[in-house]
């Protein structure tokens, strides 16, 4: 297909992007606000407005969970310790989809604070 000239391309979104993207809107909390999935590295960082005030006093963006494959095809599952600027590794070896679900259900609050 040819583009015209001075047209724009679309962007490429990856596809494990898009599944990620769409599993967040099975979420339990925070519903209702609007994440965003962005790559970092080889994996994929979930961004999200800190609406609670927990973390952001003014309710900025933060990052808050970031998923990363490895070699063997599993991934591992991030939180962010935002008292210590850090990731901390929460679960191994998963699925994508076992990931996704952890992170869309957060028992513990650790993702969606």
Do not use: K
Not at 63 to 71: G, K, N, R, T, V
Not at 76 to 87: E, G, I, S, V
């Amino acid at each position: 297909m040819r583009r015209r000239p001075g047209s724009a391309a679309a962007p490429v979104v990856s596809i494990t992007q898009a599944r990620i993207e769409r599993a967040l809107h099975q979420r339990t909390r925070y519903r209702y606000v609007a994440p965003r999935v962005v790559a970092e590295g080889v994996g994929w960082v979930v961004l999200c407005a800190n609406c609670s005030r927990n973390i952001d006093p003014a309710g900025g963006e933060i990052a808050i969970a970031w998923l990363q494959p490895d070699s063997a095809g599993t991934w591992t599952l991030h939180a962010r310790d935002h008292a210590a600027a850090a990731w901390v590794a929460r679960d191994f070896g998963l699925t994508l989809d076992a990931a996704l679900r952890q992170l869309r259900s957060d028992p513990d609050r650790a993702y969606w604070q």
